[in-house]
């Protein structure tokens, strides 16, 4: 009897060898719940970490972000102390950072960069601003 097709014998125990079991991996102790907790109250929702409050322009900062900028500025702007202000027709407005050590003006600078071509960011005494920019007439999207 010939075997034309050696690969079904050999099919079978190549995969019962992927059962085989390689051992118990080493148990570590747990950490005490008090380390774990201190560092999730500065977590955002997003799991982002941001400085308890940030108390001035020249407070330096780091921040991983991808998603919409009115998020991350309203996050922004409740730890600043400021209010945010949206006016005009909402639209979706992109960012990516990540950066690490920049201050919060420059901050706002790479935010105003990336969504400059649909709306306009300006920093007050008292609130962050973001004007979204009317569309264009006759251009089609």
Known sequence: MKLRHPFWLAAPLLLLAGCHSTGKAPVTSPRPVTAISIPLNNLTPEGWQFPGRITANSQRLSVD?????????SQLAHRRGLTLRMTGVRLPLPVTIHEQNITFETLLRLIQVQINWRASLVQTATSLEVTFLPPLKGVSS
């Not at 991808?66 to 991350?72: I, P």
């Open 65 to 73: 972000w991808d998603g919409d900028a009115a998020e991350l500025l």
